[in-house]
């Protein structure tokens, strides 16, 4: 079911993703109810919010009309959320100070429904102690907190400042709104590559970057799942919401695996490596000219075949099989192996663009054979994947 998004666009170069955020936010069923303060304005244009969002734009405390029956009290209680996306140092210290001075502060004073921020500033007003100050005084009156991330700004610093992904903020606020068919239930996805070490600057890995497992983390949350998130060293961010356990290696992996109780449900979309060196070199391995070094394998733990055969599997367990030809007889041959309820086949040759790209092209194989889907976005995979394991989970 969709929710009610009142959205505060705060006055930061950042306003631009927010545009976005709402095409995202709609994509997901939610109706968007779009507030702009007067900086924001001059980011993005009252016109463009209100084309994405399909709603009349508000940002004027003082407007006759929508004053006329308060207005503000409407549009701060209407809604099933409150998200502050930017959350500019300006507004997270008008919402700790407890301001009420233009119609965004006001909405958020007068609001009697969850409130979420996105902050979004330079990496020196973030780490400034007036922000650490008024960031702990939201938190401990319950503003929940999507980001900031780490990377390059637009003003030429690097740090943290950076807004959470559109996406990374749909997750949380499905997380804080949802009460979907996967509510009590308790999902495990692993996700990401494993690092296996040759030396301490050298490792195995495989080509993975994590996308689709955090796609598919996300996109239980969203139905009210509790996901347990065990992630080798991918390139993309974990979900806001998920229990994190992170990790290097498949042993580690394995371990972090055995430690989740009570998982009705498993999504095995790691990119596992199968080999490890049976010693790894506690120094750098030295070209020295003496010839090449020798290498010797071992077997890395069988991840999804030790929790197939366990005792108390979980009810529904979800394999993923990375093919380069033969892709259905290979992976239909890894379900019976594995011993697995379900295998998302995918053909990741090079010239398909998927490892690594924004989409996948896949192939549900069940007891009831192969079943074929359109090539779409990795979160549109998620989100299908997640609708199939709450109806399987009843």
């Not at 029956?69 to 998200?83: F, N, P, Q, T, W």
């Not at 008008?94 to 301001?99: D, P, R, S």
């Not at 347990?228 to 994190?244: C, R």
């Not at 030790?306 to 367990?317: D, F, I």
């Amino acid at each position: 079911m969709g929710k009610r998004i009142l959205l505060i666009i705060g006055g930061g170069i950042a306003a631009f993703k927010s545009l976005d955020l709402i095409r995202r936010l709609r994509e997901h069923g939610h109706e968007v109810t779009p507030v702009l303060t007067k900086a924001a304005s001059e980011f993005v244009t009252p016109l463009s919010v209100s084309a994405l969002a399909g709603q009349k734009v508000f940002q004027d405390l003082f407007d006759l009309n929508d004053e006329a029956e308060m207005g503000h009290i409407e549009l701060s209680r209407a809604a099933d959320l409150v998200v502050v996306a930017p959350a500019t140092a300006d507004l997270m210290g008008k919402m700790a100070a407890g301001l009420a001075n233009d119609l965004a502060s006001t909405l958020l004073m007068a609001t009697d429904k969850r409130v979420l921020i996105a902050p979004s500033m330079n990496v020196r007003m973030w780490e400034h102690a007036a922000t650490q100050r008024n960031l702990a005084t939201l938190e401990n009156d319950g503003i929940l907190t999507c980001g900031p991330n780490k990377g390059d700004m637009a003003c030429g610093e690097f740090g943290f400042g950076r807004m959470a992904e559109p996406m990374e903020i749909v997750g949380a606020i499905e997380a804080a709104v949802n009460d979907g068919p996967l509510k009590g239930k308790h999902i495990l996805v692993t996700s990401g590559p494993t690092h296996e070490p040759i030396d301490p600057v050298r490792y195995i890995a495989n080509r993975s970057s994590g996308a689709q497992g955090t796609a598919i983390a996300r996109a239980l949350l969203g139905l009210g799942a509790r996901v347990t998130f065990v992630s080798g060293p991918a390139d993309v961010a974990p979900p806001i919401g998920v229990d994190l356990v992170s990790v290097q290696t498949a042993a580690q992996m394995l371990e972090a695996v055995n430690a989740a109780q009570d998982v009705d449900a498993g999504v095995f979309a790691a990119a596992v490596a199968d080999w490890r060196m049976a010693t790894a070199s506690d120094q750098k391995i030295k070209k020295d000219g003496k010839g090449l070094p020798v290498l010797e394998f071992a077997e890395n733990p069988d991840i999804l075949a030790t929790v197939c055969a366990s005792r108390g599997r979980p009810k529904l367990v979800v394999g993923f099989a990375a093919e380069t030809q033969n892709v259905i007889e290979n992976a239909t041959a890894k379900r019976t192996r594995k011993g697995c309820d379900w295998i998302v086949a995918n053909d990741v040759s090079p010239a398909t663009g998927i490892m690594g790209g924004a989409e996948n092209d896949v192939t549900l194989i069940t007891d009831d054979g192969a079943e074929d889907w359109p090539r779409m976005g990795k979160d549109q995979v998620a989100q299908k994947l997640a609708q199939r394991i709450a109806e399987a989970l009843g």
